[in-house]
């Protein structure tokens, strides 16, 4: 099988779900896996005839008639917000999403309460803020850390009692650190995940395998390498792996390590969401995103330069890919220059995982340097494929898949 694992080297925001949907209209493909992340993903996907969705928790493919999406052990499933994202499917022409959608049972849960005690905590931070989406993923990931046998998951939606004591369990923990929070009573939350678990297809973690074996596998990657868990740029990260880490891990124990393509997606702008290390940031750059609104949790989408010294750390911090997909190449034009360097620093080189303080001392640095801006380059593909010496297999001019161009087409199909 020509598995294919999806993964954006910036900080999110590049256009991984166009990337998925292009994939998924140009080949037969079985099932989207997600691997990381929550109901904090925005993958857009356009269609030719306008029809548009964010993608959050359903894989980005489903638009594609039968391809499926299976939401991995990695991923933090909010059952509400799934609900909500499948009424959009159906109202935007894709009434089965549900029907096509399977979930581990192991998955951390993400509730009401996560989401209260994450938008309490990152209120409290006031000028310091990192930046959350305030929807209580990493709240969760850090509630399952703390708590492994006790933290709420998806397999306890089946079983009532057990998802009582959880939830308020967890409840009573958050509340007695940050006070009275936001969110219902736990017994009016019950049926929500009641309805959600004789809804939708909760399985084992043994099921993947027999799907990778079934038909060729796109593995999604939410945010950016940029905002990994244990390489971002601390403290302005994600509660997240989001190298291929955890796709890896889920093909090795199929049996199947090593057939999956590395396909990395970037922008030919450099942007990010909300706070943190931006080095080529330029107000003076005529460009907007309306799907990527200032936000009370994120703040404003800021624009940069293509910062090639940050790309080729992501690469490096990730591994290493077989092909990029470049996207926004509409916007390229003699405003938008590319930084090789910066004024104090050549190179950067990810350390070991999760040496923070390394991490910390890192963004400390970044915040301090200034970017060395060359001009526009008249082959964008070429620059950036000979900046990080890795070809440039795929360029997207616009947001649906019809503007999509392979560079080398066997090789966006071909395993690595």
Not at 91 to 106: H, I, K, N, Q, S
């Amino acid at each position: 099988m020509n598995h294919v694992m999806v993964v954006d080297l910036g900080y999110g925001d590049a256009g991984k779900g166009t990337v998925v949907d292009w994939l998924c209209a140009s080949r037969p493909v079985h099932t989207v896996v997600r691997f990381n992340g929550g109901a904090q993903a925005t993958h857009n996907v356009v269609l030719r005839d306008g029809r548009h969705h964010t993608f959050a928790q359903f894989g980005a493919g489903t638009f594609r008639p039968g391809v499926r999406t299976h939401l991995s052990r990695h991923v933090v499933v909010d059952p509400l917000a799934l609900a909500a994202e499948a009424d959009h499917l159906t109202a935007v022409g894709v009434p089965d999403a549900l029907d096509r959608l399977t979930v581990d049972g192991e998955a951390l849960l993400a509730t009401p309460y996560h989401r209260a005690a994450n938008r309490a905590r990152e209120t409290a931070r006031g000028a310091d803020r990192h930046g959350s989406c305030g929807l209580g993923v990493g709240e969760a990931v850090a509630y399952g850390l703390a708590h492994p046998d006790e933290a709420p998951r998806v397999a306890d939606c089946a079983h009532p009692a057990v998802l009582r004591r959880r939830l308020t369990a967890l409840r009573d923990r958050l509340t007695a650190e940050l006070g009275p929070l936001d969110a219902p009573p736990v017994e009016d939350c019950l049926p929500a995940y009641a309805a959600f678990a004789e809804r939708v297809a909760i399985v084992d973690r043994a099921y993947l395998a027999g799907v990778l074996r079934a038909g060729t596998c796109v593995f999604e990657g939410a945010q950016g390498v940029l905002l990994d868990e244990w390489h971002g740029f601390h403290p302005y990260t994600t509660w997240s792996t989001t190298t291929f880490a955890n796709a890896d891990a889920l093909l090795a124990e199929a049996g199947l390590a090593g057939t999956a393509q590395r396909l990395g997606v970037l922008r030919v702008t450099t942007t990010r969401h909300g706070p943190g290390p931006l080095v080529t940031e330029d107000p003076a750059l005529p460009f907007a995103d309306p799907r990527n609104a200032t936000n009370p949790w994120q703040g404003r989408f800021r624009f940069g330069h293509f910062d090639a010294v940050a790309h080729r750390y992501a690469l490096a911090a990730a591994g290493g890919v077989d092909g990029l997909a470049l996207t926004h190449l509409d916007l390229a034009g003699p405003a938008l220059r590319i930084c090789r360097r910066y004024d104090t620093v050549d190179r950067l080189t990810p350390g070991p995982a999760g040496d923070l303080d390394r991490q910390a001392a890192l963004t400390a640095r970044l915040l301090r340097a200034r970017p060395v801006l060359d001009e526009a380059p008249t082959d964008w593909p070429a620059a950036v494929a000979a900046e990080l010496g890795t070809p440039v297999l795929l360029t997207s001019h616009g947001p649906t898949a019809e503007d999509k161009v392979p560079a080398l087409a066997a090789a966006v199909s071909a395993p690595r």
